[in-house]
């Protein structure tokens, strides 16, 4: 979008908007399954269906999580770090120059940087690049908007809500961290996470299935820059 100049008295000009159609599969259907006979359930001190249904939801949405992911470590944009699982100050500089050039304003909150546990090791680190400019969420007990630390956020640098991920990868030629505007990858959720439970008399046991329903598409591309990657050179 641009803005236009308008004359005194002159009419206003209107532009058809330029869309571009894109494709979004939803074909990412994963399951979680156990079943809990009656004497598991009879001799334990839990709620044993209660406490499993919790687990199996986080399993599921790690798998989300690692969907996501892996469409985010395709951007077009993005540089190979010096050395694997760390950021030197004047790459972290290039990328910010990189996302200000494309017109993504990393201020603006809607923009995120998410690195695997090993990076984050080292951005926390009161010696290291970014021990100066990282403010952990952990510590202030607040996001960056001021609000309670109830998320996976675990800090903000630059204005950008920073979180961290096993689903980017250490070591090798793996991707490390991501820097991306919301608009860089798109998700559809068909069926949220649900729980179906069930009796079963010839096993007398209780048969319980999590299981859920998404697709993921990257948006990004070379006419549409909305992210920046870091790789690892090994």
Not at 19 to 40: G, I, N, P, R, W
Request: aromatic letters at 10%; hydrophobic letters at 40%.
């Amino acid at each position: 979008m641009t803005a236009s100049s308008l004359t005194d008295g002159a009419a206003v000009s209107y532009v058809a908007p330029a869309e571009t159609e894109t494709q979004l599969t939803v074909d990412q259907h994963y399951y979680s399954a156990k079943m809990f006979t009656d004497v598991l359930q009879v001799q334990s001190n839990y709620d044993l269906l209660s406490q499993y249904a919790k687990a199996m939801g986080y399993s599921l949405a790690k798998q989300v999580d690692s969907s996501i992911a892996a469409k985010l470590i395709t951007v077009n944009q993005g540089a190979t770090l010096t050395t694997d699982d760390q950021m030197t100050a004047a790459e972290f500089e290039a990328a910010l120059a990189n996302l200000g050039e494309n017109d993504i304003d990393y201020t603006s909150g809607d923009v995120y940087f998410v690195v695997n546990p090993t990076l984050y090791a080292d951005m926390i680190n009161p010696a290291g690049t970014f021990g100066a400019s990282f403010i952990r969420s952990d510590i202030a007990g607040y996001n960056a908007d001021n609000s309670p630390l109830h998320s996976g956020q675990i800090g903000s640098l630059m204005g950008m809500p920073v979180f961290m991920s096993n689903s980017l990868s250490s070591g090798g030629t793996n991707v490390s961290a991501v820097i991306f505007h919301r608009s860089a990858c798109a998700i559809a959720v068909q069926q949220d996470i649900d729980v179906v439970e069930q009796y079963d008399v010839d096993y007398l046991g209780t048969k319980v299935v999590a299981h859920t329903l998404w697709g993921v598409q990257i948006l990004d591309d070379s006419d549409n820059k909305r992210g920046y990657k870091f790789t690892n050179a090994s």
